[in-house]
């Protein structure tokens, strides 16, 4: 049921737009040249780049049922894409993105942001006329977008991605909590990020995520104060919806009870004036809870009702048969591949990697989770709506032999053994591979196919089926646990920016003793050194030929075995005219989804 | 005889200790997840686990956090805050608490009254039809999944998703207090489903317990004596149903800890899916708040069934 | 034989029984045709080894047997009516108010969870139409008929706060709730202790007295049976085999098995090394009895024939018997002279071998 959430391919690229914003214009190709977006077939059925975003009817309350429960819902901490449908629609970023696109807009900001030619200033301006929803009222301004960022640093607060993107601004690295000296508001309207290394496109990019949105400091100070802040408890929107509360602001209890609802009401201080989102419903409400198996059926047969999240498997087939018009799929939901350990073991050597690849029935596994509507057979690193995709070969990927047959080619295998030094074509050593897989499901059925892989090859395996939040957290994000095989690893992009999909998982300084995402353990100086100067390209076009090329060269190292780019399918019910956010595995989004 | 329930309390509350303890040594010192990980999300530096371990508190040491644990519960009835929702354990059970009530005993009742008359029935009319009809269908009820059958329930008779749109449909379900009639309809289906299993269970054993008292002197006596059938079978029934209160009372207790199968199926907020959830998002609090609890309605529904029985059979009574 | 002894009435006769049960391994034959009578005022005492069908016939009276599917042929006449053909509503009337039973032990006779006074009551109220207070009345006054003391306290407690003997009592008060006519008493002192004993005979005895009530009096011990029984009917393997007074049954018994009872008692005033006899063998099975005489295998007397000839009860008396006398019947193959002076040996101290020595060979019966 409940797995550690991959955090949402969510946010939002400022690919095209920021690059060339940085010189002054705007440009807002449909989709991404380089992200191939729309090669990914979606089956016929409706996916987030064909819905429409006008034209809908006001009025209505969804209802929006959901298994799981919401991992935080504090704007300062929101990281999953879970929690993802409820902060977009009531907080508003510095940057957003509409349903179709990977591509930002200016949300609370009015215009794109102004990078200085030294790449170390990062200037963006305010719209005005913008309010804090109820107990708060007042109008936003650049002192609550600073205390947005700076709270990042407060540990009660304790935000995932603080250091990864405003680590660079300058005092950020010591910043508890209060003012940091890199962030500076001159006016009301305009803050300035001033950083101590040339990383203003990265950081750019960066004020997509919700850390960004604004929270007045008096207000959410005394719930900062608390172990942990409960500010999520007492929340004020700027979005156009807002979690129901009380006079005195309180969320819990009302708009939120833990386990049970959610309800989202209009913001009454929103004005439609100030921003770019139709939102046509009146009430959005949120029921958390039940099974799968029950919420698909009661989606399907339902009327104005959604699930927003990953529906069981069994539920997608029968959309697809029976409620052909209900069901939605979105590519680029992140990928699946096999991770093995580069540094011990028989797969630290190169030849054994690749050999495992070539032997690997890629499209079996693909049926195992539902075939063609849910996943693509996977061939290099970086994923569909990622900008270098095409770049780094598209669908087909790299032309290497053993990539070319995802059907598995034992052929090929044996060679790649033999060059490993086992002349027999099969493994000969003594050691016995651990292999710690998913126990859900279709990942565990992936698993087993990748078990009887590692046996045709020669291997005798000790395989083990566990929780996803045991298998991260207690086995393959440890090196010191030197699992050989993780086949069930799963990665997204915090935002469609290449850097995000292929530094954490294969940098060999990403590595840490906990929570490592580097699974494999890939340490390849070269690579690593590839990596270092592609962080700070910030051509655009540059910047994705540079990581495009750092894909090939893992998909030559064979660093880890992919096997699918993910596509998320999600229902709803039939009076209800959903559109899904493409940079959010396509979940719908309630600031522009309508009823019938 | 107050002594002695004086007696077993103080020995439930350091059960009750002990179970904490040993939930404790469970969840902590063989962590299957970190909570300030998870917390964390994905790709956290070491710095930012640290903090958020030192702001939940989980780095002091064991036995700290321990004593800490045990003092707050047991003089200040604090039983700490949830990690995710940071609102309090206490508060979140006595939501959750109404809902798995009403689920358990209306159950009870249920499978109480269906479980008795059917092993009576079968008893009196040993190997009639009747007989083998209810015996065997109690031997499937009882083998099939509670979650299994929940779903066909819902198939069948939901009102959103079923053949027979009958009853209300999964996630219908409200305090008693808000819309009495919904409560009551929305809870038909789950209460049918949980008693299912123990009717079936409870008709065999008071099929079996009834025969035997039947074959008891005191029933030829009666008899002699010429009282009415009916009356006859009283004696019996009488006899046989002490085992079987003691039973009842342990599975209310035990079931009063959490139906968890039941309320993720049909979606009703009770203890037993907190207890679940805090358990995959590794919330300390929320487990052992849950825990605590499932011991307590455990450890008081063995000492209420203690002295129902000496109520029931005078001859094990305490002097 | 339905006449009056003494002037008191015959009570119940039971004419021919045969309860048969069908069993796993074959037909049990439980009784196998008996006959006997119970007069008002007198007791009955019927004597034999467990197995012998004596608590059968009496459970069967009261139509107890019926739920366990046994086949029940001849008449059992109670005030004019058969009981056999009565149906279950009428006998049930019947039970507990015109004819009572009370059992072996009194600890699982009772009810366990219910107050005895309660049981009283039920008892009461089941044939009477009583208010619930005035047949707690009765209970009482019933408690201290029986001897009970503190009765109005007592009433209220429960089976296991008794003792063996005030148990029995109960018992026997709740049996007479409703002033029987016949009480039957399955082994009632068996269970007690020998002091006790003495003290519920007498209590029966006296309560008879006050009551004029008929006893039919079930045992396998014959000393028992002395002090209370004015006839007494020897059983064996589902038959009787003797029925005569009391005093001739311990004067003048006829019948080898009783015979082997008689000298299986310990006496206190038998000289010291004079051996006790048993009857050797076991009791045989009721689903294959012997061969024409149940007891030819156990017999020390016992000639060839016996295994094929069924002894019918015949009287051993010259001519009628007195007029207050019941008679004198023996189910045996052996001439009446014969068994006289078996008797007459084994009454000077012989076993039955020397017996059988002294008596010399002889006939059959004619």
Same mark, same amino acid.
């Given at each position: ?24 214009? %705007?440009?807002? =190709? !449909? ?5 191939? $977006? +729309?090669?990914?077939?979606?089956? @016929?059925?409706?996916? *987030? ?114 250091? %990864?993107?405003? =680590? !660079? ?5 010591? $910043? +508890?909590?209060?003012?940091?000296? @890199?962030?500076?508001? *001159? ?126 498997? +069994? ?282 | ?319 | ?366």
């Amino acid at each position: 049921m409940r797995s550690i959430r991959v955090p949402a391919a969510t946010a939002l690229a400022m690919t095209l737009v920021l690059a060339l914003a940085a010189c002054g214009s %705007s440009s807002s =190709g !449909s989709g991404n040249s380089g992200s191939g $977006a +729309s090669a990914v077939s979606t089956g @016929g059925f409706q996916s *987030p780049t064909t819905q429409a975003l006008t034209g809908g009817k006001r009025g209505g309350t969804l209802v929006v049922l959901n298994e799981s429960d919401f991992e935080s819902l504090d704007p300062g901490v929101a990281y999953y894409n879970v929690d993802y449908e409820v902060v977009f629609a009531t907080q508003r970023p510095l940057y957003s993105q509409e349903p179709n696109s990977v591509e930002p807009s200016p949300d609370m900001a009015s215009g794109a942001p102004e990078v200085s030619s030294d790449e170390k200033t990062v200037t963006v301006h305010l719209r005005e006329g913008v309010h804090f929803s109820p107990p708060v009222n007042r109008e936003v301004t650049s002192e609550d977008v600073a205390y947005a960022i700076e709270r990042g640093a407060n540990e009660n607060v304790a935000n995932p991605y603080f250091q %990864s993107y405003f =680590g !660079s601004v300058e005092g950020a690295e010591k $910043a +508890s909590g209060g003012p940091i000296k @890199g962030i500076e508001t *001159p006016n009301k309207h305009t803050i300035v990020l001033h950083l101590s290394e040339p990383k203003a496109q990265l950081v750019a990019h960066a004020l997509v995520l919700p850390l960004t949105a604004a929270v007045p400091r008096e207000y959410a100070q005394r719930f900062d104060k608390n172990k942990p802040s409960d500010y999520a408890n007492y929340q004020v929107a700027t979005g156009p919806y807002m979690l129901e509360n009380d006079a005195a602001g309180k969320v819990l209890g009302t708009g939120y009870i833990p386990g049970k609802s959610a309800t989202l009401v209009r913001n009454p201080n929103w004005s439609p004036k100030t921003d770019f989102r139709p939102a046509y419903l009146n009430e959005i409400d949120i029921k958390l809870g039940g099974t799968k198996a029950v919420i698909g059926r009661q989606v399907l047969e339902g009327t104005n009702v959604v699930e927003n999240e990953l529906p069981a498997q +069994s539920i997608v087939k029968l959309a697809a048969e029976r409620y052909k018009s209900q069901l939605e799929i979105s590519p680029g939901a992140g990928t699946h591949y096999i991770a093995v350990n580069n540094k011990v073991g028989p797969f630290s050597n190169v030849d054994v990697r690749k050999a495992l690849w070539a032997a690997l029935d890629r499209t079996a596994m693909n049926k195992a989770r539902g075939g063609a509507l849910v996943a693509d057979v996977m061939t290099h690193f970086l994923y569909p709506t990622i900008p270098g995709f095409n770049q780094a070969g598209g669908l087909a990927g790299l032309k290497v032999d053993y990539n070319e047959h995802p059907e598995g080619d034992a052929a090929v295998a044996e060679k790649y053994m033999k060059l490993a030094g086992y002349p027999s074509g099969k493994y000969t050593g003594g050691h016995t591979l651990v292999v710690v897989g998913d126990r859900g499901n279709p990942l565990e059925q992936d698993a087993e196919i990748v078990n009887q892989t590692l046996k045709s090859l020669g291997f005798t395996t000790k395989f083990t089926l566990v929780e996803p939040n045991v298998m991260y957290g207690k086995y393959c994000g440890v090196p010191k646990e030197e699992i050989d095989v993780c086949p069930s690893v799963a990665w997204g992009a915090d935002f469609p920016d290449p850097q995000t999909v292929l530094d954490n998982t294969f940098n060999g300084k990403s590595i840490v003793s906990t929570g490592n995402n580097n699974w494999g353990q890939t340490n390849d100086p070269k690579i690593n050194a590839a990596m270092t100067a592609a962080e700070t390209i910030n051509d655009q076009a540059a910047r994705e030929a540079a990581w495009a090329k750092i894909d090939d060269e893992l998909v030559q190292d064979a660093a880890a075995i992919p096997f699918d780019w993910d596509k998320q399918a999600n229902i709803e019910g039939s009076a209800v005219r959903g559109v899904g956010d493409l940079w959010d595995s396509g979940e719908w989004d309630y600031n522009y989804s309508s009823l019938k | 005889m107050t002594a002695y329930i004086v007696r077993r309390v103080l020995w439930g509350i350091a059960l009750l200790v002990i179970v904490c303890a040993l939930t404790f040594v469970l969840f902590r010192v063989f962590p299957t997840a970190n909570p300030a990980q998870l917390r964390a999300g994905r790709s956290p530096q070491p710095k930012v686990i640290h903090e958020i371990e030192r702001v939940l508190g989980l780095n002091k040491s064991l036995s700290t956090q321990f004593f800490d644990y045990v003092k707050n519960v047991f003089l200040h009835f604090n039983l700490g805050y949830s990690y995710y929702s940071d609102e309090s354990v206490r508060s979140l059970i006595s939501e959750r608490l109404p809902a798995t009530i009403s689920l358990t005993l209306g159950a009870g009742v249920l499978w109480i009254v269906g479980g008795l008359g059917v092993g009576i029935l079968s008893a009196l009319r040993r190997h009639s039809l009747l007989d083998r009809l209810a015996m065997g269908g109690a031997l499937v009820l009882v083998s099939a999944p509670e979650f299994w059958l929940g779903l066909i329930a819902l198939f069948l008779f939901a009102q959103d998703i079923g053949q027979w749109r009958i009853f209300p449909g999964a996630g219908s379900y409200v305090g008693i207090t808000s819309d009495p009639w919904q409560w009551f309809t929305s809870m038909i289906m789950p209460w049918f489903v949980l008693a299912s299993g123990s009717a079936a269970v409870f008709a065999r054993l008071m099929r079996g317990s009834l025969i035997e008292t039947m074959g008891e002197d005191y029933i030829r006596t009666a008899r002699a004596k010429g009282l009415a059938e009916r009356r006859v079978v009283r004696h019996g029934v009488r006899s046989a149903i002490n085992p079987i209160v003691t039973l009842f009372g342990l599975e209310i207790g035990t079931l009063l800890g959490g139906t968890v199968l039941i309320e993720t199926v049909f979606n009703i907020p009770g203890v037993g899916r907190l207890a679940y959830d805090s358990i995959t998002t590794a919330d300390f609090s929320v487990i052992q708040g849950t825990v605590l609890l499932a011991a307590m309605f455990i450890i008081v529904a063995n000492i209420v069934v203690d002295i129902a029985y000496a109520y029931l059979d005078p001859r094990v009574r305490y002097s | 034989m339905t006449q009056a002894l003494g002037g008191s009435d015959v009570v119940l006769r039971v004419e021919d029984l045969r309860v048969e049960f069908p069993s796993e391994d074959g037909v049990v034959h439980a009784v196998d045709g008996i006959t006997y009578e119970v007069h008002s005022g007198r007791t009955l005492g019927i004597v034999g080894e467990s197995g012998s069908g004596k608590t059968v016939s009496s459970l069967t009276t009261l139509g107890l047997t019926r739920r366990q599917g046994a086949r029940v042929s001849g008449r059992i006449l109670f005030e004019g009516q058969d009981l056999l053909t009565l149906p279950e509503e009428r006998l049930r009337a019947i039970r507990g108010n015109e004819i009572a039973m009370i059992f072996q032990d009194p600890l699982s006779s009772l009810h366990p969870l219910y107050r005895v006074g309660a049981q009283l009551v039920e008892a009461v109220c089941a044939h009477r139409d009583v208010s619930r207070a005035k047949a707690r009345e009765h209970a009482i006054e019933l408690l201290d008929l029986v001897g009970i003391p503190d009765p109005a306290r007592r009433v209220d407690a429960y089976p296991h706060e008794f003792s063996g003997g005030m148990r029995q009592r109960a018992m026997i008060a709740m049996a007479l709730a409703n002033e029987p006519k016949l009480l039957i008493a399955d082994e009632p002192t068996t269970a007690l202790d020998v002091t006790v004993q003495a003290q519920i005979l007498a209590l029966m005895e006296r309560l008879q007295r006050e009551l004029g009530m008929a006893i039919v009096f079930i045992t396998h011990d014959l000393g028992v049976v002395a002090e209370m029984a004015d006839e007494i009917a020897v059983m064996y393997a589902g038959r009787i085999v003797e029925t005569a007074s009391a005093a001739r049954v311990f004067a003048a018994p006829e019948h080898p098995y009783t015979w082997g009872l008689l000298k299986s008692i310990p006496r206190l005033d038998a000289p010291r090394e004079q051996e006790l006899v048993p009857i050797p063998g076991a009791p045989p099975s009721l689903i294959r009895p012997p061969s024409g005489c149940h007891f030819h295998p156990r017999c020390p007397y016992a000639q060839p024939d016996h295994a094929r000839v069924d002894p019918a009860l015949a009287s051993s008396l010259e001519g009628e018997p007195a007029a207050d006398e019941p008679g004198h019947l023996v189910a045996c193959l052996l001439h009446a002279d014969v068994r006289r002076r078996l008797w007459r040996q084994l009454a000077a101290g012989d076993t039955p071998e020397q017996a059988l020595v002294a008596v010399g060979p002889f006939q059959e019966s004619a």
